[in-house]
């Protein structure tokens, strides 16, 4: 525990205007982002009697060893700044609101010559027009099968609409109405294009003018005796009504406003977010995060809007945004959503009326996704921590292993030899400091050895770092291998310039456990004691009996099965070696797909896929002429001759057997991988082996 009065500021040291501030740990890890609008007074506030501090304050300052700041000229700003860090650092003691789910949208894919409505989750995509979030999946779907009658946009994915554009025929939708085939030319992309415009337009709200011209339609087509498209309209009419009833009204006026309401206790916060457009709710989601700050509700809300419209611009942003306390200042906040939005934003609180009814409904769902999320939590937490005890006991640890690594070895008979380090923080996954390893210092099978390389390479990055930041206590000597450097050749980020991010090597685990026996479990104790590292656990996991084999004993510990403890090493060394594996074919399928073309000096992707396309497959390429290769455009005639060398001495593919007839196949024409890379024909499969 740090005494905050060792990093404490010098008096006047700390400027009197806005800016944000960052509190590290000792190992340099930003555990806190803050603004102020007088950072010497906000600051002041953290270095009082710890005696007068909220416990959670207090936790943060005694387990933090420095602070700095960043001084910017208005509190707009220092709200961005804020925003930012607070992405880029994941500080855990800041509010981080979490979704309780991955939301589905329906999206309209604009961005393409014959756009697509689908469901979509994850990251927003630019050119695409997003409608919700939506609670279920299911939900869409049911909207879009009613719209599709009067809207036939494309539904299908790329490679069936390709498939129905090569022969000529629709698929099923297209054949009962409710696509308009552009895949067959029944329409061209100009008119394809405004039926999703009009889709669009209709989710988006504009229902009543489209309404009204479809009656309009109906009438006259009844006037001049059409009585089939007249009744074919008033379906189509019947059908958008009730895909609108789907989403009753809310607000009379045809509010666009999104209402947030939250509900709280002393530890943790529920969000529920309601998206009302053109008066309709048209999407539902919800938030819940740890208080670990003392924080008022009006802090809460201030986050919640920087989370739900800090990656926002344009119309996603509504003109109103209902909430049940207003952040202080609530000035900065609102220039900041005018900012994203473009135009003016109300920010503001109901009090009667319509729109205060439907925030009670808001608050009313915050408080069930409150008790729902304690329910689960509650069990969850009891159970996480039964098994982090169970496993310090029987490991006889001094505390409970908070932080776990776990290594596994993956390959396949000896070739692409990788490795795999997972992280578990509080008994769950932390996968942003997942890292993967290429076994470089030798050849061949030896997971003894491969488990020795990695350990070595992993902590002796964790001893640079703790140079590089001045951690040594007397006596220690840094230069543990006596080589004078301590760099490492992982795949992953290396080692950046005291910028605080968590994604490191250099936060040490109180546990480390490696998929394996005794010999796996060695060889990772010995290379921490060759670099004179003593204070972090190692234990195996092996796989046949599932026992704990620890260094320099004989007999394993045996867990019993129903222990949450064993319950939990088992998820950890599960997740290595699917996390391995993964990584083991990917280099696999990379290796398949080499090409002799890849060693050809200055023939780039696209050149190579010319050849490709214009040859059909590497076979043809193979027997073609230097003056033949030359027609390619952008080809010249030395490196067509290069090409034509190393073609030469490359050996051909091994070709592909159909295994029901014993025939030979052909190399197939124009064989190539989504990258473009030629995709040899010989099946991969004919040097199995077990992948480990």
Sequence with gaps: MADPSSYRPRPGQIPDSPGVYRFRDEHRR??????AKSLRQRLANYFQDLANLHPRTRSMVTTAASVEWTVVSTEVEALQLEYSWIKEFDPRFNVKYRDDKS????AVTMNEEYPRVQVMRGHKKKGVRYFGPYAHAWAIRDTVDLLLRVFPVRTCSAGVFKNAARTGRPCLLGYIGKCSAPCVGRVSAEEHRELAEEFSDFM??????????????????AEEMEYERAARLRDDIEALKKAMEKNAVVLA????ADLIAVAEDELEAAVQIFHVRGGRVRGQRGWVTDKVEEITTGALVEHALQQLYGEESGDAVPKEVLVPALPDPVEPVQEWLAGRRGSGVSL????????????ET?????????????TRRASDLTTRSRALEEIAEALDLDSAPLRIECYDISHLQGDDVVASMVVFEDGLQRKSEYRRFQIKGFEGQDDVRSMHEVI?????RYLAEKERTGEWADGENPDADGSGNSTDNSVGNGLTEDDGRPRKFAYPPQLVVVDGGQPQVAAARKALDELGIDDIAVCGLAKRLEEVWLPDQDDPVVLPRTSEGLYLLQRVRDEAHRFAITYQRTKRAKRFRASPLDDVPGLGD???????KHFGSLKKLRSATIDQICEVPGIGRKTAETIAVALAQAAPAVPAVNTATGEIMEEEPGTMGSDGEPVTTGAPDQRRGQET
């Excluded at 006026?253 to 666009?256: G, K, L, M, S, V």
């Excluded at 696209?606 to 490709?612: D, H, I, M, P």
């Design 348 to 359: 503001r609180i109901p009090q009667r009326g319509d729109k205060r009814a439907l925030m």
């Design 253 to 256: 006026d045809a509010t666009d």
């Design 30 to 35: 930003v555990i806190y982002v803050g603004k």
């Design 204 to 221: 988006a709200g504009r229902t009543g003018t489209y309404l009204r011209r479809l009656e309009q339609r109906m009438r006259e087509a």
């Design 103 to 106: 939301y589905p949208y329906l």
């Design 362 to 374: 808001v608050e009313r769902n915050a408080q069930q996704a409150l008790v729902l999320h304690k």
């Design 456 to 460: 070595s390479r992993r902590f002796r």
């Design 606 to 612: 696209t050149r190579k896929q010319a050849l490709l």
